[in-house]
């Protein structure tokens, strides 16, 4: 059975997984002023740190269309899929699930072929990570249940843990969640943040940056047992490089895979976060 995997653009997947699993990506938009621009189609997440960092004004987005899933899918099974998997950002953080779900209704309809949908009730490598286990499943020419089961059974296995700059972006993005909590006590104190079932909530607070990034190390070794490790960032990749290698000798046997937190993320975490997500094996 050829299953193929749908996702959106904030699952930031390294381009070289997408293509090599032939997962298709409906992009969001970020929106600066009066320009609307699809993510990873017409900005990178590079081009947008440095056009955050020149912006005077904090950038929007908007989700996609139903027409966009409903391209999506058809151009799936135009392709030869037999069904589809629809995997999400959480239906907490955005209303995309909802339009990918109105697309899937009709869509499955005119083909007679089944669409099912997931909220992944995660957001950037936590999504990431559910896309790729489905994805790595789907190839191996497994059926619509198997692949399910996979993607299902990993999103209880994956823990996104971040460390911000400022909670000021998710405040003014409308997307600061249970961390909100934090705010008012941040004076010289670094915020770490995660996700928790499927929005943003409060994980840490310390001093320094320096011991904020001791306390995702921390968080990481913790995590011994992990699959995988991916770790993103927001345009400091050397910080994000010699991260990777400060923990690498407590993970042996764990595949690392690294990546950038993409604009639709980025506008609600700002420049400079770096995020971790453990993936347990299922």
Same mark, same amino acid.
């Given at each position: 059975?050829?299953?193929?995997?749908?996702?959106?653009?904030?699952?930031?997947?390294?381009?070289?997984?997408?293509?090599?699993?032939?997962?298709?990506?409906?992009?969001?938009?970020?929106?600066?002023?009066?320009?609307?621009?699809?993510?990873?189609?017409?900005?990178?997440?590079?081009?947008?740190?440095?056009?955050?960092?020149?912006?005077?004004?904090?950038?929007?987005?908007?989700?996609?269309?139903?027409?966009?899933?409903?391209?999506?899918?058809?151009?799936?099974?135009?392709?030869?899929?037999?069904?589809?998997?629809?995997?999400?950002?959480?239906?907490? *953080?955005?209303?995309?699930?909802?339009?990918? #779900?109105? /697309?899937?209704?009709?869509?499955? %309809?005119? &083909? =007679?072929?089944?669409? @099912?949908?997931?909220?992944?009730?995660?957001?950037?490598?936590?999504?990431?990570?559910?896309?790729?286990?489905?994805?790595?499943?789907?190839?191996?020419?497994?059926?619509?249940?198997?692949?399910?089961?996979?993607?299902?059974?990993?999103?209880?296995?994956?823990?996104?843990?971040?460390?911000?700059?400022?909670?000021?972006?998710?405040?003014?993005?409308?997307?600061?969640?249970?961390?909100?909590?934090?705010?008012?006590?941040?004076?010289?104190?670094?915020?770490?943040?995660?996700?928790?079932?499927?929005?943003?909530?409060?994980?840490?607070?310390?001093?320094?940056?320096?011991?904020?990034?001791?306390? *995702?190390?921390?968080?990481?070794?913790?995590? #011994?047992? /992990?699959?995988?490790?991916?770790? %993103?960032? &927001? =345009?400091?990749?050397? @910080?994000?490089?010699?991260?990777?290698?400060?923990?690498?000798?407590?993970?042996?046997?764990?595949?690392?895979?690294?990546?950038?937190?993409?604009?639709?993320?980025?506008?609600?975490?700002?420049?400079?976060?770096?995020?971790?997500?453990?993936?347990?094996?299922?």
């Amino acid at each position: 059975m050829t299953v193929r995997i749908v996702t959106d653009s904030t699952c930031d997947l390294p381009r070289e997984l997408v293509e090599r699993y032939g997962i298709i990506v409906v992009p969001l938009t970020v929106i600066f002023g009066e320009e609307a621009l699809l993510d990873g189609v017409d900005i990178d997440a590079e081009q947008f740190y440095r056009r955050l960092a020149a912006s005077k004004v904090l950038p929007r987005t908007s989700q996609p269309s139903v027409e966009q899933f409903a391209a999506a899918y058809r151009q799936a099974f135009q392709a030869g899929a037999d069904a589809v998997l629809s995997i999400h950002i959480s239906s907490k *953080l955005s209303g995309t699930l909802n339009a990918a #779900r109105i /697309a899937a209704a009709e869509v499955a %309809a005119e &083909a =007679g072929r089944q669409i @099912e949908l997931l909220d992944s009730k995660n957001v950037s490598l936590g999504l990431g990570a559910v896309v790729l286990a489905a994805a790595e499943r789907a190839v191996t020419g497994a059926d619509l249940a198997s692949v399910l089961a996979v993607a299902t059974a990993t999103i209880d296995a994956v823990h996104v843990v971040c460390v911000v700059d400022t909670l000021e972006y998710l405040q003014r993005g409308g997307r600061i969640g249970r961390a909100r909590s934090m705010l008012g006590t941040l004076l010289n104190v670094k915020p770490l943040i995660h996700v928790e079932d499927g929005e943003v909530a409060p994980f840490d607070r310390v001093r320094t940056r320096a011991r904020a990034l001791e306390r *995702l190390a921390e968080f990481v070794r913790e995590h #011994r047992g /992990a699959s995988r490790l991916f770790v %993103a960032c &927001a =345009g400091n990749d050397g @910080e994000t490089e010699a991260f990777i290698e400060r923990v690498r000798p407590d993970l042996p046997g764990t595949e690392i895979i690294r990546g950038h937190i993409g604009p639709i993320v980025g506008v609600y975490t700002g420049p400079n976060t770096l995020g971790v997500c453990p993936v347990m094996p299922v």
